[in-house]
């Protein structure tokens, strides 16, 4: 698997070097992002149709012609406001349509797969799990990076995914929606993997690397 990634990370840092210089995107980079600054999302489907490719294989990929026309406020996202409904306002997951959302995914989905749950019994175990992270978090006080979750893990691969629009606008991606609904909460600079960017935001990428 980890190849795969460096392959991709071989292609996407040599062209961004030699077209954007030093301070370029590279592939799967870990940046750090201030939730007080995120407002919008792109549905990862609609992105992906629009790209011709899924939205974490657009991670450093330069781009000049921003999809204003795909952007969403976060009430209209269904995991995160059922998310916040849980962990912010005291809902049973049950109350908060969690459980009625995932199984209504389960039902349309080809293969009858969704987040990896089958079943209801799947679905009830995946939120306790997320309930699990969410303590760790909460306790922490902040969200893990990928590489503190797993040693060998490539870069930021599998963490939270963000674009940057113009002048440098953190965009959630709709990757990783329940550790980014626990970031928003937790309110304090959470790693993200990077995912498309567009051309003016490239200056802002050296102060979203560091966590200072």
């Not at 699990?132 to 922490?140: E, H, L, V, Y």
């Not at 002048?167 to 993200?192: T, W, Y």
């Amino acid at each position: 698997m980890a190849l795969k990634y460096r392959i991709r990370a071989l292609r996407t840092d040599t062209l961004n070097r030699l077209r954007y210089g030093p301070g370029a995107p590279r592939y799967a980079e870990r940046v750090w992002i201030d939730p007080r600054q995120c407002s919008q999302y792109i549905e990862a489907a609609d992105l992906a149709r629009r790209m011709g490719t899924g939205s974490r294989q657009l991670s450093g990929r330069v781009v000049r012609d921003w999809p204003e026309d795909l952007l969403q406020s976060f009430d209209s996202h269904p995991k995160l406001t059922y998310c916040w409904a849980h962990w912010r306002d005291g809902k049973t997951w049950e109350e908060a349509g969690a459980i009625d959302f995932m199984m209504s995914r389960i039902r349309v989905s080809p293969t009858g797969v969704t987040d990896k749950c089958r079943t209801r019994e799947d679905v009830i175990q995946r939120f306790d799990t997320l309930e699990q992270i969410w303590n760790a978090s909460r306790q922490q006080g902040y969200l893990a990076s990928q590489a503190q979750l797993e040693p060998d893990n490539f870069r930021e691969v599998g963490g939270v995914l963000m674009h940057l629009g113009p002048g440098g606008e953190p965009v959630f991606s709709g990757a990783g929606c329940h550790r980014f609904a626990i970031a928003m909460l937790l309110d304090s600079p959470f790693p993200a993997q990077l995912g498309c960017v567009h051309i003016s935001a490239i200056p802002v990428l050296q102060r979203l690397r560091s966590n200072s």
